[in-house]
């Protein structure tokens, strides 16, 4: 158990509705990571905050958001689905969000877009 | 390259040494990570090198760098069946910030 929670760990939805996505970081984590991993584009950084503020941005889709809350829980809002977005959605959380400091993976919240 | 490269599958027999092999696209980056997948779960940190390292042992876990050729190695010593799993590779290069960017993972069947 690497101490970062993920809510749902499952869930199915139709093109073009808006989903959330649910992480709860390690204890004492103030970065958190989202990344998508999909079978044809692998495991795809999308967006980083720390300690409430973002930090760095990858390939996040524009129908895509995130916020890190002041409690340091994250959610990731999904919208307009595409069948497209159908993959597994992880959390990652580390300490200070520096290289070096071990960046721990939640278990994954597997989205179907049907 | 712009991406970090993996080849997507090795097969092994039980017993055997596996070698995992990657390359990276960044020269500055300063840690370089393996992490493994089984299947149905997250990611698992198997280990990291520090750039200004050459090698790194971890019990059954060998990591070669060679930085000039942006090349990094992970050698699982008497590979077992429980180490079925997808090994990806990534790095922290400067224009990510400090996010992981990862390979496609390399599948690594052992068979008995």
């Known amino acids: 158990d690497s101490g970062v929670t993920q809510t749902p760990k499952h869930l199915i939805t139709a093109t073009g509705q808006r989903v959330t996505l649910r992480c709860s970081p390690r204890?004492?984590?103030?970065?958190v990571y989202w990344y998508q991993q999909s079978l044809d584009q692998g495991l795809q950084f999308l967006i980083q905050?720390?300690?409430?503020?973002?930090?760095a941005k990858g390939n996040i889709l524009e129908r895509f958001s995130a916020q890190q809350f002041p409690d340091l829980h994250s959610e990731l809002n999904l919208s307009s689905l595409e069948l497209g977005d159908s993959a597994l959605y992880f959390c990652?959380?580390?300490?200070?969000?520096?290289?070096?400091?071990?960046?721990?993976f939640g278990e994954g919240s597997w989205l179907t877009v049907v | 390259g712009e991406d970090v490269e993996q080849s997507l599958f090795l097969s092994v027999r039980e017993g055997d040494s596996s070698v995992i092999n990657c390359t990276y696209t960044d020269s500055s980056s300063t840690y370089l990570y393996w992490y493994k997948q089984e299947p149905g779960a997250g990611l698992q940190l198997l280990t990291y090198i520090f750039s200004n390292m050459d090698m790194k042992q971890d019990q059954r876990l060998t990591v070669l760098l060679n930085k000039k050729d942006k090349h990094l190695s992970l050698r699982i010593a008497d590979t077992q069946t429980g180490d079925s799993a997808i090994y990806f590779c990534a790095e922290i290069p400067n224009q990510a910030g400090t996010a992981l960017i990862f390979g496609k993972g390399t599948t690594l069947s052992v068979s008995s």
């Open positions: 990652a959380s580390s300490v200070e969000g520096i290289p070096g400091n071990t960046i721990y």
């Open positions: 905050y720390y300690n409430g503020e973002e930090r």
């Open positions: 204890s004492g984590d103030l970065s």
